[in-house]
T-cell receptor, first 116, second 113 residues
């Protein structure tokens, strides 16, 4: 079964500093990878995804993630964070179950805390 | 589209009572998922449907939990009888197909006292 590891439960950072949120997954086959963001008292929103093609994917608000097959990683980065980026971030990988369908397996989440 | 709509947003109930959570997926989405989020266990997939048919319910914790999808625009998650350990935020999500992202509702915060 697929698993997703987010090593950092919480990442404090100052505004305008760069940040990297780490994500590793367990798989030796093709995968689809996602980052979701959850703001307080809200549902999860898709931030970006990797399905195929370029290994570097970007979101509209300045985040990017790079799919690294050899390291089975999909780390999320932003060169300069804003206060409004404070949220919980979830990495997810699709898992093909024996019926041929896919389901998302989520990591435990990383809370990004941006302070002035 | 208004997105995935869940009701109620908050539910407080006494132990032993029946609880029904409701979800309206995005129109045209063939997949519907129910997740539970707790501090201890994070996000867990409980069950998901494809074209109103339950595909994988291996995440349903026990027989007290049941889910139905009588039509393409409505699903329920029922807990009977409810217990304090069921307290969590329950999310419903839908997706267009199995390879695309899931769109989440705002969640229902359930508190069982």
């Amino acid at each position: 079964a697929q698993s997703v590891t987010q090593l950092d439960s919480q990442v404090p950072v100052f505004e305008e500093a760069p940040v990297e949120l780490r994500c590793n997954y367990s798989s030796s086959v093709s995968v689809y990878l996602f980052w979701y963001v959850q703001y307080p008292n809200q549902g999860l929103q898709l931030l970006l995804k990797y399905l195929s093609g370029s290994t570097l994917v970007e979101s509209i608000n300045g985040f990017e993630a790079e799919f690294n097959k050899s390291q089975t990683s999909f780390h999320l980065r932003k060169p300069s964070v804003h206060i409004s980026d404070t949220a919980e971030y979830f990495c997810a990988v699709s898992q093909t179950i024996n019926t041929g369908f896919q389901k998302l397996v989520f990591g435990t989440g990383t809370r990004l805390l941006v302070s002035p | 589209d208004a997105g995935v709509i869940q009701s109620p947003r908050h539910e407080v109930t006494e132990m032993g009572q029946e609880v029904t959570l409701r979800c309206k997926p995005i129109s045209g989405h063939d997949y519907l998922f129910w997740y539970r989020q707790t501090m201890m266990r994070g996000l867990e997939l409980l069950i998901y449907f494809n074209n109103n048919v339950p595909i994988d319910d291996s995440g349903m914790p026990e027989d007290r939990f049941s889910a139905k999808m009588p039509n393409a625009s409505f699903s329920t998650l029922k807990i009977q009888p409810s217990e304090p350990r069921d307290s969590a935020v329950y999310f419903c999500a839908s997706s267009y197909d199995r390879n695309t992202e899931a769109f989440f509702g705002q969640g229902t915060r359930l508190t069982v006292v």
